[in-house]
């Protein structure tokens, strides 16, 4: 859903930036006092609404665990060392020197979802990173051609998003998954799958809201004005739209996340079984299930945790930075 | 009516052939020789040299689209590597299966989530709200494959109400008709085996339906919430009209439009989750068949998957379209 978005300013012809805009600042000093600024308001907004908290919490608590895993962990991840006590009937418990018990391979289970949590930050942020900018810059390019208009720019726009259709004609998990099966049993195929697979969204979502703005009456006054096109869309339309963009990216983090564990669960992801991630630590407790659900409940609820922390940040942001939930 | 589906039909056809030059593109991206890249590290030259002849990977690349697309116009979508066989036969004989637990999940979905997105909606800030919100919260984040996993073990390893694995237990003698298990059971009168088959589909049903359950759920909320406060509600509250008239006939109907497209777009996702679905319960559609793939590196199979659920995604897309004009009066004007 994309959102309309005002210029936060009084939107007079000098005086087209938005909060993006260093020189609103400056101009505004007023602006302070009042919090008019979009994202000032956002962030108010947000402190006030207990799942943004609640979001931010768990978002940061994530950060920081998959940061600072090598402190916390007692041991080193995916080693195996007691492999020796795991039988094919039994994995051992919760004991005094390994908290959450051992999983199947014989590593020790807490350390493992801390180093998971690591893997799962690095490959959800940079593969929504990847989508982001490729999208965003396929968004811009249709976007910023499609605002300026005549005929040159509409072939733009509209080639550029012929490809994103073709994009989004396929699932974006199935997408995802050729692209991994063809690149092999690496990070790297993982971050290039998950990316690419969120690259229409985002070139949907920016050229929507690029769009959007390009038929505000701030850019008729900048272009009035004799302001240089490519100057009213980098300055003025862009740093309006990008709103939902960073809205999507924060959602999408979650979407990523479990994608990440969804391609380990196909085996797609990495190639070591004893590594420490969340998806493959599900497909290894899958044989034991009956016996040790455990082994599977810790990743399964780390992952939904998570991927909650995301999405509850990621839409409160989205209502506070809708100017049509301010009161 | 009929122009506009025969116009959305002329511009699928520019999309499939970008679609599949982008396929051929990327199989042809590979590094290396690709019939090696194809069959992987251990092929024997024998088995190369079969896969070149077939693929015509030693002709012109111009040559290779030509024959390519050539095929793809026939209705000839390459065979499988492994096994030979063409890839469309594969899909054929397992999509009934597929297309019956995506209906399976859609009811579920469907519903369940109507009603719950309307009395959230009715009872905005209540607790009812409040534990349907958070409970769709949880649906989306909610990884599928955890959650098929989970309900495996709960309904049917401990409780064992409901099967673990297949389609129909092997103890049964069905007759085999349409390919739909459920169908066949009624149409042949072997009701024991349309039993079965019903309760084979509960499980993946639940998993697959969850998300569009939420999603469902959700947006029906809002867009019940925003029709609840139009003007034309208000004027029917004055003219003393019963509350389940105005819900009915003013509200609901209102209100689904956007469900309509939600639904149309989670029942095209539904065929790509059923990858994961299918895994979990041993369900034998096409979802398993592409994991199979996946992990025998059967790139004909999965490109020939790709285009398959990219047409059926086109065309549930059309049909939401089209159901627009049934449900709002408004859309067939213009």
Known sequence: ?327 | MLRFTLRRLALMVPLLAGLSLLLFVWVRALPGDPARALLGQRATDESIARVTEAYGFDQPVLQQYGTYMGSLLRGDFLSSIRDGRPVLEGFLERFPATIELALAALLFAVVLGIPLGYLAARYQGRWLDSVVVSGSLLGVTIPVFFLAILLKLVFANWLGIFPTVGRLDPRIDATDVTGFAVLDGLLTREFDAAWDAIMHLVLPGIALGTIPLAIIVRITRASVAEVMHEDYVRTAESKGLARSVISRRHVLRNAMLPVATTIGLQTGLLFSGAVLTETVFGFNGIGSYLFSAISQRDYPVLQGYIIFIAIIYSLINLAVDLLYGVIDPRVRVS
């Open chain 1, 1 to 327: 859903m994309s959102i309309p978005m005002m210029p936060a300013g009084p939107g007079g012809p000098g005086d087209p930036g938005g909060p993006g805009d260093p020189a609103t600042t400056m101009l505004e000093p007023t602006a302070t006092e009042h919090g008019t600024s979009l994202w000032r308001g956002a962030v108010q907004r947000l402190r006030r609404n207990p799942a943004a908290i609640i979001g931010a919490l768990i978002v940061l608590a994530f950060v920081v665990v998959a940061i600072i895993a090598p402190l916390l962990a007692p041991y080193q991840p995916g080693t195996g060392e007691w492999a020796g006590q795991v039988t094919p009937g039994k994995v051992p418990g919760p004991s005094d020197e390994h908290v959450l018990g051992l999983d199947s391979f014989g590593s020790d289970m807490l350390t493992q979802l801390l180093y998971g949590a690591r893997q799962s930050l690095v490959y959800g942020v940079v593969s929504t990173a990847v989508g982001l900018v490729v999208g965003a810059s396929l968004g811009l390019l249709a976007g910023g051609f499609g605002a300026v208009g005549g005929r040159f720019g509409k072939a733009v726009d509209t080639l550029v998003m012929r490809l994103v259709d073709i994009m989004l004609s396929v699932p974006s998990l199935l997408l995802a998954v050729s692209i991994a099966a063809v690149l092999g049993k690496n990070a790297y195929a993982i971050i290039i799958a998950i990316g690419v697979a969120q690259v229409p969204i985002f070139a949907r979502l920016l050229r929507g809201s690029m769009l959007a703005q390009g038929r505000s009456d701030y850019v008729l006054a900048a272009s009035a004005l004799g302001i240089r096109k490519r100057r009213i869309v980098m300055s003025h339309v862009l740093p309006n739209s990008l709103g939902p963009t960073i809205v999507q990216a924060t959602l999408n983090l979650a979407t990523a996340i479990i994608e990440v564990a969804a391609l380990s669960y196909l085996g797609l992801g990495e190639g070591n079984p004893a590594v420490a991630e969340w998806g493959r630590m599900l497909v290894a407790a899958q044989d034991r299930f009956a016996v040790d659900p455990r082994l599977a409940i810790y990743p399964g609820v780390a992952i939904a945790i998570t991927a909650l922390g995301f999405t509850l940040f990621g839409e409160a942001l989205r209502e506070a930075l809708d100017p049509r939930s301010r009161r």
